[in-house]
């Protein structure tokens, strides 16, 4: 992690409760953002650390932080490939984020629809 990860994940960490699950949700987005850009050519992984310390800024739980900083990680297809991302997500952060990701996903389906 260069510094600039190291502070913003040190202030999502002030108020998150379990410090372990902290740095394996930062390490999975990490390499699943790795090299992807928003079309404002934002880095994912940047986005996603400003998310989570926004959500805890905000007084947000640890699986809605979790979740918010991994909603882009699965393609929700209903593909094979997407069933093993979300089956691989449930397993290392249990069911709540695994629904709290299906359901991001969708309202962003839902908005690029309109």
């Not at 998310?51 to 929700?76: K, S």
């Amino acid at each position: 992690m260069t510094s600039k990860d190291f502070d913003i994940a040190q202030k999502i960490a002030k108020k998150f409760p379990d410090k372990k699950t902290l740095g394996k949700v930062l390490d999975l987005a990490k390499d699943a953002y790795a090299g992807k850009t928003w079309i404002t050519g934002e880095n994912y992984f940047e986005h996603a650390k400003r998310l989570g310390f926004t959500l805890r800024e905000m007084g947000a739980d640890q699986a809605t932080i979790v979740a918010g900083i991994l909603y882009h990680t699965c393609n929700i297809s209903h593909s094979e490939q997407s069933n093993n991302q979300l089956a691989a997500l449930k397993k290392k952060f249990g069911q709540e984020v695994t629904t709290l990701v299906q359901r991001a996903f969708e309202l962003i389906l839902i908005f690029y629809s309109i």
